[in-house]
Structure formats: structure tokens, C-alpha cells
């Protein structure tokens, strides 16, 4: 299995903050607390409507991932952890992945489009999660400058998403010639995360752009209705 060192978590962690916080370092899905058609916005007041506070689960959902991946990124102290904690980090991304995916359409101001990036981090915890889906036993080996006969398997972003245009019947004939092969998996190259952050971070200000849209429209309707109303009483 292709490994990530220490370097390369540093990195993606600055990609991160760079991509996925905004300009006070707080996660970029809290951005929707302050535009009025969120989806699920609750609006608070307390000491008879002196304060008022908006609050979007869905932004506080998004922004625990966002934090969590931050946190995982910054944990390991070794090379060997980060090796560990790899799989934890790909499955984390597709979380990341699902409550954006969920909130945009749920939205009823924006619409999801899955990328090349998305499609991969899907496409990675589905082999992460249910390994036995595509190869009935596999070993993993990880550096070995040896060769095997038949040659290894190598799982791989390319091997992924040949496996994701089959159908049903030919995945189920591709399991059947891979049962039992040894099996070289290769994760994701970094740059492979850091599209996915990028993505994940332009999904979100579509949506954040989307719903203030909607209410500066409405805002507007608004105040020609009230004009509309004033001349009439005139």
C-alpha cells in the first residue's frame, strides 16, 4: 500500500486551512449561519428579541469533518503513523464528501455536481469499506522491489474507475478473475486530495453564493411590494 509520510500530511493540512477555512480560520461551512435561505436555519432570540442568533446544522455538521480532518492531519508523529492513519483520512474525506453532497441538494438554491475529485474520494471508501467487492482475498504489499507471477493487481485510482463503469454482471466476472491474485494497493496521491479540497471548498461557496442570492432577491421583491403598497395608499 502506497504510503503517506510526514511531509505529506503537513502539507495537505495547510492545503486544508488554505481551501476549506475562511479568513478568521474558522471552517468555511460556517459561512452559511449568515445567509437567510440555508437550508434547516433556525433564527434565536433571546431577552425579547435583543439578540438573535441563526443557527444551520448542516454548517456545524460540515465543519466537524472539516476539523476532524484537520485534527487527523495533525496527529501523527511518524512516518508509520501516517501510514496508519491513511485509511482513516480517505474514509474522513468521504464524509466530508456526503454532508456537502446532502446540503446542496437539499438546498433549494444550489445543485450538486459531482467532480473527477469527488468521484474518487467515493470511489476510494467504497474499496476501503468493502474491499471483498472487488477481490474475493488480497494481500497488500507495500515498497517491494520484487516481481510475482501472475503479476500483482495493482488497485489504483485508474483500476477504480474502470471498476465503477462496469455493470453488474461484468463486476461480478472481474471479481471471479481476480479471486484469489495477490493485490498491490496504491492510495491516492496527494494532489489527488488536494483537488478534493479545492472541490469541496467551491461546492460550498456555490452554495454560501447561492443562498445569499436568493435572499438579496427576495429582499428585493420584498421592497417593491412594500413601494408597490405605498403608492397605492398615496
Sequence with gaps: ???????????????????LTDDTGDPLSCLLHETPHSHGLLNLSFCG???????????CNIANVITSIERILSLPRSNIACQEMAEVLLLRLDV???????????SESSHYS????????RRWAGFLKHPSNYVFAHSCFSDLEV?????AIEIDCDFLASWDSLKIGERDQRKSELAHRLVIVRLPE?????AFFKSSADHLKHLIAANSKEGELAGAQA??????LGLVAV
Design 1 to 19: 500500500m502506497m504510503a503517506y509520510g510526514k511531509a505529506d500530511f503537513r502539507r495537505l493540512k495547510i492545503i486544508l486551512c488554505e481551501t
Design 49 to 59: 428579541g435583543e439578540h438573535e442568533f441563526h443557527h444551520v446544522a448542516e454548517a
Design 96 to 106: 466530508l464528501r456526503e454532508y456537502i453532497c446532502t446540503a446542496i441538494k437539499r
Design 114 to 121: 459531482e467532480t473527477e475529485a469527488d468521484r474518487a474520494i
Design 147 to 151: 516481481s510475482f507471477d501472475p503479476p
Design 190 to 194: 496527494t494532489g489527488k486530495i488536494e
Design 223 to 228: 421592497t417593491n411590494r412594500v413601494t408597490h
